[in-house]
């Protein structure tokens, strides 16, 4: 009888407070992707099945094995969407997009893969995405990985591995697909069924196999940058210079695929390396793509990724316990001395009305134990008041993730903030 009441496998009820985490991670990503230019685009659960078949691939295992397909009473054949970005890409060609036009969208949402449950991975999971479609440039895929670290560094994940790759255009594929057959073909003897069968079938394939034998074969196949032509090693050094010269750490990974065959150039991964998501622990993922429409010869390109908010939960928790419990913090406001604890809450609340998100020293605790909690509590920046600054009329501002640190007149605080807060 109880297991009746129980949520299916791989589904999950969730409750108070969890539910509060899960808005915030929500409302962060409405911010910062908004911040962008991007516009919420809220698409059915359902589609004809074929929008997944012809978006995503029919070889990807995603489409073989893992979708809820169903026919409903008039006799069509229905999917519940495994994943967001073929569904946005039939809604966006559905309104038209006229010639070098392009359109900024983000999604929140339940995905429903239907793959067997394991830890981390479920049959209901909940994403936050984005999709910049219309444009083919190395500039969005760069900015768009840029949003991604925003988004994970102001929910606290601002350490997670960012893995890069590209897959070049389908003019490269021949080539690729040649050298990894090439390189697989004789090897198979060492490998899972799956993947003898994927060296004939679709041997891209082969490169998202887990299986730890495959993995040593995987480890020697051909590095993909080194097999681009000309003009897509062109687009991929450029997001790799662009990514540079915005300040994201990176990782080129050269045999990284993803599991979605649309993709084409810039594919990313976001890796979380604690051992609380066990083998499951990409959070984020997501690269540069070009989608059949179902129903006409016509496709789609853009950029994008997806994180997947279960995950993020885990890993946030993980990293910062006391972060997850406090929210997100902009400035976290030290106080020095004495007299200076009422300024410190007062400066507080004048920041708080300008927008900011503000926590204050409450104790007056030595300037290293409230710099540990701005640490703790992910704060962007400290600013410190002590005796001497408020003799002086200024705060020292000290930014948490770099090494700028400036004793300025209240009246240009605003100006150190904006230069040193995420915008
Ligand atoms: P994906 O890699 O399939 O990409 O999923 C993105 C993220 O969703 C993963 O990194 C993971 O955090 C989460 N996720 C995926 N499957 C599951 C699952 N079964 N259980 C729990 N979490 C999961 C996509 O979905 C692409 N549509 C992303 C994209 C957007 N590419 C271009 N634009």
Excluded at 33 to 54: A, C, Q
Excluded at 69 to 97: H, K
Excluded at 198 to 214: E, F, M
Excluded at 349 to 374: C, F, M, N, W, Y
Aim: hydrophobic share 35%; net charge negative.
């Amino acid at each position: 009888m109880a297991s009746t009441m129980e949520p299916l496998p791989g589904t999950a009820d969730i409750w108070e407070p969890e539910t509060r985490t899960w808005v915030r991670l929500e409302t962060m990503a409405r911010e910062v992707f908004s911040r962008y230019g991007y516009g919420e685009l809220r698409t059915p659960i359902f589609e004809r099945t074929d929008v997944f078949v012809r978006g995503i691939g029919d070889e990807t295992e995603v489409v073989q094995k893992e979708m809820y397909t169903f026919e409903d009473r008039g006799g069509r054949s229905l999917t519940l969407r495994p994943e967001g970005t073929a569904g946005i890409m039939r809604a966006i060609a559905s309104q038209g997009l006229s010639q070098g036009e392009e359109k900024r969208v983000f999604y929140i949402g339940p995905m429903f893969p239907g793959e067997r449950p394991a830890a981390g991975r479920r049959r209901q999971f909940h994403q936050v995405g984005v999709e910049a479609v219309g444009r083919c440039n190395p500039a969005i895929d760069a900015e768009c990985i840029a949003m991604q670290h925003d988004y994970l560094r102001a929910i606290g994940l601002p350490g997670a591995k960012v893995l890069l790759n590209s897959r070049g255009t389908v003019e490269d594929h021949q080539r690729i697909s040649d050298a990894f057959r090439e390189y697989f073909t004789p090897r198979t003897d060492d490998m899972c069924d799956d993947c003898r069968r994927r060296a004939s079938t679709n041997v891209w394939r082969i490169l998202d196999c887990k299986n730890s034998q495959c993995q040593s074969v995987i480890e020697g196949a051909p590095a993909i940058p080194d097999l681009l032509g000309v003009e897509s090693r062109r687009f991929f050094d450029t997001v790799c210079e662009l990514l540079d010269a915005l300040d994201i750490a990176y990782e080129i990974n050269p045999r990284l695929v993803r599991g979605l065959d649309y993709y084409e150039h810039t594919v990313f991964e976001v890796i979380y390396e604690g051992d609380e998501l066990g083998a499951q622990n990409a959070i984020s993922g997501g690269g540069r793509y070009r989608i059949s429409l179902p129903g006409s010869n016509k496709s789609v390109e853009g950029v994008g990724f997806a994180a997947g908010l279960e995950r993020l939960l885990l890993a946030q928790n993980a990293v910062s316990q006391e972060a997850a419990s406090m929210g997100e913090i902009d400035i976290f406001v030290a106080a020095l001395g004495e007299g200076t604890l009422s300024e410190g809450l007062r400066l507080a609340q004048e920041l708080r009305r300008r927008g900011h998100r503000v926590i204050a020293e409450t104790e007056g605790r030595s300037l290293k134990a409230q710099l540990r909690t701005a640490n703790r509590v992910n704060a962007s920046v400290a600013l410190i008041r002590g005796e001497n600054e408020l003799a002086n009329n200024t705060v020292t501002c000290k930014a948490m993730t770099g090494p700028d640190q400036d004793e300025v007149s209240l009246d240009s605080l605003d100006e150190w903030l904006a230069g040193h807060l995420l915008s």
